[in-house]
């Protein structure tokens, strides 16, 4: 209690600065139909004193108002509203945008909605590392198999990172893919790929918004250490049905959508499904490899105050060679939003969210059947609090349960010479209470500032082993090596007993400095606390990583990031430029022995070791908003480093206690996109990337040991993959871009990896066949050129 009473201290001060404004006029803008608040809506006074735009919230003010005048606004889909003001005192109004029918105007198919905005920087604000796409940029941009992809599309944004060509994983800023929290209508998402990478889980025609944290992340968000994606999932239409979908060479979507009961109750259904495996039928290959995942969303819009919101999403892979192998893994959540508006100033958002990450894997020829997954269940209540008009406060907690299932062996058939084997599963419990600010101090300082208190328990019915001196691994000086410790005894926890407890103060800070009307200075500062962790034997992002919860033997991951940029916009706004420098420091990053078995390993904290870690790095992100010719230039230039010392003199650490490069370690990355619209009908895009190569680890040196070739290594990723580049190019054909209703519908043609660029996934050693007692490498490419087609359309 004393910690929670010192949460809402911090911010008296803020509320004692606060005084009415004598000549404020401000106001909020609603949807008629759904009572949603419209962001991004133009309002403008007759004398032109006001000309601004309605916030997230709908909301909008001025400070400088008199008189009579005539009061417009803007947006579109929207028909415009005016009305006659007489504005005498301070002044809060609700204002209602009535749609424009959407069966008698011009509509293209449906996008997906990165941001509401349009490109131009918002200097004023206090958010930085944020990155935004239109939703005609990512919509145009081209991608492999034909299959606009969300995640992929963040990979062109300076700053963002993944493992390679084929994953769906991403890594921002030297952070690790298991630091990225990732929120489906604010549930929890633990695999973000389906084919092993090649598709994202996130169907582009449910999606409504995205967006994406890299830094100077709002108290509010807790739980990784190292960004926040936010997705949520559209609402479906209370007025008209509508359909709309796609098909492409290996997949096809559909998307149905509209009123149960017309202006109150509505619904959407998006499914997917690939269907590659249906040309191993016509061969004599007996394998099977597709996914298919089922997005619905039920609203209800209980007038005028209240909203209701349940949302699912469902997604299963489904791999199988001959009757060797059989896996499949996928999502389920379920999702229920319920929103009270008490009053203008005050808003209530209640969240309670189900995750269930399922992993099967059966090895006919060994003869076991393997599980795992994680299941979550969240809670969470927000208030946003709107003090005055230049103070707004965001408040509220969280609370998560988690139950772990690290791995279940079992015999795949009454022959099977294995033994049920099942490592003990893990509880935790994850509570906390957040509270932040946007505050505008005066005409050129804007700040948001907040605490994060959280904590975790974890918890039993478990049975925790026991070492000397506490430690799990020891090292053997005589080997030179770490090894497992031998476990002295057994600690037994009853079902919901302690067994750790962790907490941290989480504070977070950004400033906005206005220098000149369309120039300013933004700093930021955030400290996140990451209380699972994930156990991988790769570096990619795959159904094969196995969650893993802080204990007595594995410590919360703990990150402090430090931003600053320059932010402008020029050419009246047609250009922005945005260059933003950061640094990060982590601590009790896992690290792996030499040798660790990392699958199916009861003990796994025999293997681990924790590390510290260190990113820093500098990024370009130069746009063209407007005009047919539009996209970006970025560019950025980082590190991202480990180390992990002797626990003591004598201990020589993980690669002999030296810092070495990171796996998503990329010193260069470069990105060029471009849009041009040639006619009405046809559109042109394309984009260049270049990166330096992944670091790896090569053997330096070969011995011989009883007849076999042993490879030497000297350190952790010593070299790297050669550099990573391609170009990608598509074209869009609208054959009636000026039908108004009815059928309508577009192709996409193109091309991915124009010139045919082979670039190595992997290298691996093996002796030549050609020549004896030769070693050569092997270079492993995914992709080379990959044309496609997509038609897609609208009714």
């Known amino acids: ?190 695999s973000s790929s389906h084919l092993y990478g090649f598709f994202s889980v996130f169907n582009n025609d449910a999606v409504k918004n995205i967006k994406l944290y890299k830094g100077g992340i709002p108290a509010r968000y807790g739980g990784r250490a190292s960004s926040v994606l936010e997705i949520n999932q559209k609402v479906g239409d209370y007025e008209n049905l509508k359909v709309n979908g796609g098909i492409g060479l290996l997949s096809s979507r559909l998307t149905v959508e509209g009123p149960i009961v017309k202006d109150k109750l509505s619904y959407l259904v998006s499914g997917r499904g690939s269907y590659a495996h249906l040309f191993l039928k016509l061969t004599d290959i007996n394998s099977t490899a597709y996914f298919y995942d089922v997005n619905a969303k039920l609203s209800y819009n209980i007038k005028p105050f209240n909203e209701l919101h349940i949302t699912s999403y469902f997604g299963r892979d489904i791999f199988k060679f001959n009757d060797t192998f059989d896996n499949n893994f996928g999502n389920t959540i379920v999702s229920a939003n319920y929103n009270h508006r008490f009053n203008d100033n005050l808003k209530g958002q209640l969240y309670t969210n189900y995750t269930d990450y399922y992993y099967n894997l059966t090895l006919g020829f060994v003869g076991f059947n393997w599980t795992s997954g994680i299941l979550n269940y969240d809670v969470k209540y927000q208030l946003d609090h709107r003090v005055s008009d230049k103070l707004n406060l965001k408040y509220g907690f969280q609370a998560q349960y988690y139950n772990f299932n690290p791995g279940l062996i079992e015999p795949d058939s009454p ?104 120039q300013s200075l933004k700093i930021s500062y955030s400290k996140m606390a ?76 025999q293997v681990l070791l924790n590390g510290k870690t260190e990113a820093y790095g500098l990024e370009f992100l130069f746009r063209k908003n407007t005009g047919k010719l539009n996209g970006w230039i970025a560019y950025t230039i980082a590190k991202s480093m480990q180390q992990t010392e002797g626990r003591t003199p004598d201990e020589k650490g993980i690669n002999n206690g030296e810092w070495y490069r990171t796996p998503y370690d990329r010193l260069h990355d470069l990105t060029i996109v471009a849009n041009y619209q040639l006619t009405p009908k046809w559109n042109i895009s394309g984009n260049f990337t270049l990166q330096s190569g992944r670091p790896v680890t090569y053997p330096v040196g070969k011995y011989q040991f009883l007849d076999q070739t042993i490879n030497d290594f000297n350190s952790r990723n010593n070299y790297s993959l050669p550099a990573f580049h391609h170009l990608d190019l598509s074209a ?33 050693f093996r002796e030549s066949e050609d020549y004896i007692g030769k070693t050569e490498a092997v270079k492993l490419s995914i992709f080379g050129i990959v044309p496609s087609v997509t038609y897609n359309f609208k009714l």
């Open 530 to 605: 990451q209380y699972i962790h994930v156990i991988s034997n790769t570096n990619a992002a795959t159904p094969l990583d196995i969650w893993e919860p802080s204990g007595p033997y594995i410590k919360p991951q703990i990150v402090h990031q430090y931003a600053v940029g320059y932010f402008q916009n020029f050419g009246f706004d047609k250009y922005s430029l945005e260059i933003e420098s950061y640094f990060k420091a982590g601590k009790n990053r896992l690290d792996y022995i030499d040798g660790a078995d990392l699958i199916g390993n009861r003990a796994i904290e």
């Open 1 to 190: 209690m004393k910690k929670t009473l010192l949460l809402v201290s911090f911010f008296s001060w803020s509320l004692q600065m606060w005084a009415q404004d004598p000549d404020l006029f401000a106001g909020y803008v609603y949807d008629a139909t759904t009572e949603a608040p419209i962001s991004n809506a133009l309002i403008k006074k007759s004398d032109s004193t006001i000309a601004k735009k309605t916030n997230e919230e709908g909301y909008f003010y001025s400070s400088k108002t008199y008189g009579s005048f005539t009061l417009t606004i803007e947006k579109e889909g929207y028909q415009t509203y005016s009305e006659e003001i007489n504005h005498t005192g301070a002044t809060t109004k609700t204002f209602y945008l009535t749609p424009i029918n959407i069966a008698n105007s011009v509509e293209e198919l449906d996008e997906i909605i990165i941001d509401t905005t349009v490109n131009k920087i918002d200097i004023r604000k206090p958010e930085m590392s944020v990155n935004k796409l239109t939703a005609e940029e990512i919509k145009k941009l081209p991608v492999v198999l034909g299959e606009t992809d969300i995640l992929k599309s963040l990979l062109l944004l300076p700053g963002v990172v993944n493992s390679g060509e084929g994953t769906s994983g991403f890594n921002v800023r030297g952070g690790g893919n298991d630091q990225n929290l990732l929120l489906l209508d604010q549930s929890n998402v633990y």
């Open 732 to 764: 869009t054909y609208i054959p009636k871009p000026d039908k108004k209703k009815g059928w309508q519908s577009e192709w996409v043609f193109s091309i991915y990896n124009v010139y045919n660029r082979k670039n190595a996934a992997s290298i691996s």
């Open 415 to 518: 022959e099977s010479q294995i033994n049920r084997y099942e490592i003990p599963r893990k509880y935790a419990f994850e509570p906390a209470a957040f509270i932040e600010a946007e505050q505008e101090i005066s005409d050129i300082l804007r700040v948001n500032y907040g605490v994060r208190y959280s904590q975790f328990y974890r918890m039993g019915e478990e049975s925790i082993n026991q070492y000397a001196n506490n430690n799990a691994v020891i090292f053997n000086p005589t080997t030179d090596a770490y090894e497992k410790a031998t476990p002295i005894s057994e600690q037994y926890y009853g079902k919901n007993k302690k067994i750790s407890f962790y907490d941290n103060f989480e504070p977070r800070l950004a400033v906005s400095v206005q220098m000149q009307e369309d």
